[in-house]
């Protein structure tokens, strides 16, 4: 039994030669003395860009929306253990992975999440059959694995429904697809590209978590960086050959260059002005490339009900997406949590519930399994990514009818003054910690080219 949010992917990698952080360097010439760059977005990406452009002599600003930095990076401690609003797990932390690299510096203590300590639960409650669930798993492999290829059209709904038409309606295999692929996605599972998520990499070994929380990589990466938080950028007005003006509620700035590092979800909104306006190419892709939620919802128990050593339990639902996944932190830490995940259609309605509504839904599933066991909630933390102003989502993903020049059209500058980075602009590693970090680095290399 497999689930991490990029097996899928890990397959598909055999040897990574991207430049770790550490060895990141573009020379020593201060080629960049005089001019200023504004960064909008202080997530992973803006703050790699910002940190990579004032080595080289550039005077940075990163403007920020919110009160806080780390965007989509983002850890609260008030449960006892750490909770993520975003990002959890460092995927595939091999020595290549520059989040590993970065986790190393800040003397992270890691936890790698064992996929196969699991228990998984079918609709009734009771624990599934291991004969019924290896079948469930090799119909997903032979999907995944052997039906899909980069060709193949339509979504990966459309490839279950051609291998045989009937399995959608067996919950088992709705709960695997889902846990296994719109949790790694983004996306509902109808909607995301079949062809394209196999133009997607990876890096190798076992998922890990943060124990001490993933913010001590964004703050050492904000270390000695100006950043103006409470700071919502209106528009950008690149119309002028001399400076361009970046307009945030209360202040206008003047500068040369601009890294925009806003989510998909922000430029789909169209929550900055730009003057003039993108060119009609990439306005199409940002239309175009998914963009989709996943819920998160941590409930601290009074009394423990469920096993200490089981790191996952898996809940089948009716409904898809409807929280297959519970994490049991009492693997990594003292604390009685059990964090629930819902994703693809499911999250979008998760998302928009109330706090109370979510935690009976929770609930719900929760005693479906241990009935009047469920104890008594002592507290509780939950993600609404969709009700973010600032985000609209969670992460990107490749839509039927995307091609990968869609992902290339959001990664493009605009008059080699205007560029882009954030995961959405980097199909490779879309939805990623590390694919957000290569994307800061790709348009801070950018400016330093535009200025030779
Ligand atoms: C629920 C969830 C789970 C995830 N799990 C994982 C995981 O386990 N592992 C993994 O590798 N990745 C995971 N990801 C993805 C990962 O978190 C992102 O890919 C990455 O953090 C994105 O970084 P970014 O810099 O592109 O964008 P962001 O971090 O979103 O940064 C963009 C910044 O722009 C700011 N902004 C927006 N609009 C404006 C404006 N008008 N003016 C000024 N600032 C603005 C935002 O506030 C934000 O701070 C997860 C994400 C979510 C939401």
């Given at each position: 039994?497999?689930?991490?949010?990029?097996?899928?992917?890990?397959?598909?990698?055999?040897?990574?030669?991207?430049?770790?952080?550490?060895?990141?360097?573009?020379?020593?010439?201060?080629?960049?003395?005089?001019?200023?760059?504004?960064?909008?977005?202080?997530?992973?990406?803006?703050?790699?860009?910002?940190?990579?452009?004032?080595?080289?002599?550039?005077?940075?600003?990163?403007?920020?929306?919110?009160?806080?930095?780390?965007?989509?990076?983002?850890?609260?401690?008030?449960?006892?253990?750490?909770?993520?609003?975003?990002?959890?797990?460092?995927?595939?932390?091999?020595?290549?992975?520059?989040?590993?690299?970065?986790?190393?510096?800040?003397?992270?203590?890691?936890?790698?999440?064992?996929?196969?300590?699991?228990?998984?639960?079918?609709?009734?409650?009771n624990d599934i059959d291991?004969?019924?669930?290896?079948?469930?798993?090799?119909?997903?492999?032979?999907?995944?694995?052997?039906?899909?290829?980069?060709?193949?059209?339509?979504?990966?709904?459309?490839a279950i429904n051609e291998?045989?038409?009937?399995?959608?309606?067996?919950?088992?295999?709705?709960?695997?697809?889902?846990?296994?692929?719109?949790?790694?996605?983004?996306?509902?599972?109808?909607?995301?590209?079949?062809?394209?998520?196999?133009?997607?990499?990876?890096?190798?070994?076992?998922?890990?978590?943060?124990?001490?929380?993933?913010?001590?990589?964004?703050?050492?990466?904000?270390?000695?960086?100006?950043?103006?938080?409470?700071?919502?950028?209106?528009?950008?007005?690149?119309?002028?050959?001399?400076?361009?003006?970046?307009?945030?509620?209360?202040?206008?700035?003047?500068?040369?260059?601009?890294?925009?590092?806003?989510?998909?979800?922000?430029?789909?909104?169209?929550?900055?002005?730009?003057?003039?306006?993108?060119?009609?190419?990439?306005?199409?892709?940002?239309?175009?490339?998914?963009?989709?939620?996943?819920?998160?919802?941590?409930?601290?128990?009074?009394?423990?009900?469920?096993?200490?050593?089981?790191?996952?339990?898996?809940?089948?639902?009716?409904?898809?997406?409807?929280?297959?996944?519970?994490?049991?932190?009492?693997?990594?830490?003292?604390?009685?949590?059990?964090?629930?995940?819902?994703?693809?259609?499911?999250?979008?309605?998760?998302?928009?519930?109330?706090?109370?509504?979510?935690?009976?839904?929770?609930?719900?599933?929760?005693?479906?399994?241990?009935?009047?066991?469920?104890?008594?909630?002592?507290?509780?933390?939950?993600?609404?990514?969709?009700?973010?102003?600032?985000?609209?989502?969670?992460?990107?993903?490749?839509?039927?009818?995307?091609?990968?020049?869609?992902?290339?059209?959001?990664?493009?500058s605009v008059d080699n003054?205007?560029?882009?980075?954030?995961?959405?602009?980097?199909?490779?590693?879309?939805?990623?910690?590390?694919?957000?970090?290569?994307?800061?680095?790709?348009?801070?290399?950018?400016?330093?080219?535009?200025?030779?």
């Amino acid at each position: 039994m497999k689930l991490s949010r990029r097996y899928a992917l890990k397959s598909l990698l055999s040897i990574i030669s991207y430049i770790s952080l550490s060895k990141v360097s573009f020379g020593n010439n201060q080629i960049l003395v005089g001019k200023t760059v504004i960064v909008i977005g202080a997530g992973i990406s803006g703050l790699v860009a910002a940190s990579t452009l004032i080595q080289k002599g550039a005077n940075v600003i990163i403007l920020e929306a919110k009160n806080y930095i780390g965007g989509r990076i983002r850890t609260d401690r008030s449960l006892g253990a750490p909770f993520e609003y975003g990002a959890g797990w460092i995927h595939g932390p091999s020595e290549d992975n520059p989040i590993r690299n970065l986790a190393d510096r800040t003397n992270s203590s890691l936890f790698v999440t064992d996929d196969d300590s699991c228990e998984l639960l079918n609709l009734s409650g009771n624990d599934i059959d291991e004969k019924v669930w290896d079948e469930i798993e090799e119909i997903w492999e032979e999907i995944i694995y052997d039906e899909i290829d980069s060709d193949t059209e339509g979504s990966i709904l459309d490839a279950i429904n051609e291998y045989d038409s009937n399995i959608w309606s067996d919950p088992n295999i709705r709960w695997v697809f889902s846990a296994y692929e719109e949790f790694n996605y983004g996306g509902p599972i109808h909607e995301i590209s079949a062809g394209l998520i196999k133009e997607m990499s990876g890096f190798p070994t076992a998922d890990v978590i943060f124990k001490d929380g993933y913010d001590k990589i964004i703050n050492l990466l904000a270390k000695n960086l100006q950043i103006q938080t409470n700071s919502i950028v209106k528009s950008v007005n690149y119309s002028s050959t001399n400076n361009i003006t970046v307009s945030t509620t209360s202040k206008n700035y003047e500068c040369d260059y601009v890294i925009c590092s806003v989510p998909l979800g922000v430029l789909k909104f169209n929550s900055i002005e730009f003057n003039p306006a993108l060119p009609r190419y990439k306005q199409d892709s940002i239309e175009n490339v998914g963009f989709g939620t996943v819920t998160k919802l941590a409930l601290k128990f009074k009394d423990q009900f469920w096993d200490s050593d089981v790191q996952y339990y898996y809940t089948v639902a009716k409904e898809t997406g409807r929280w297959p996944i519970w994490m049991n932190y009492r693997t990594f830490s003292k604390e009685k949590i059990l964090m629930g995940l819902c994703m693809g259609d499911y999250a979008k309605k998760a998302d928009l519930m109330s706090k109370e509504e979510l935690i009976e839904d929770g609930l719900k599933v929760l005693k479906n399994v241990w009935e009047d066991d469920v104890g008594e909630v002592q507290n509780v933390l939950r993600t609404s990514w969709l009700n973010d102003p600032f985000t609209k989502g969670a992460y990107s993903f490749p839509r039927v009818d995307n091609s990968e020049e869609d992902f290339e059209n959001l990664a493009e500058s605009v008059d080699n003054r205007l560029f882009f980075c954030g995961e959405h602009t980097d199909l490779k590693y879309l939805a990623t910690t590390h694919g957000a970090l290569y994307t800061g680095i790709r348009a801070a290399k950018e400016v330093i080219k535009a200025n030779k």
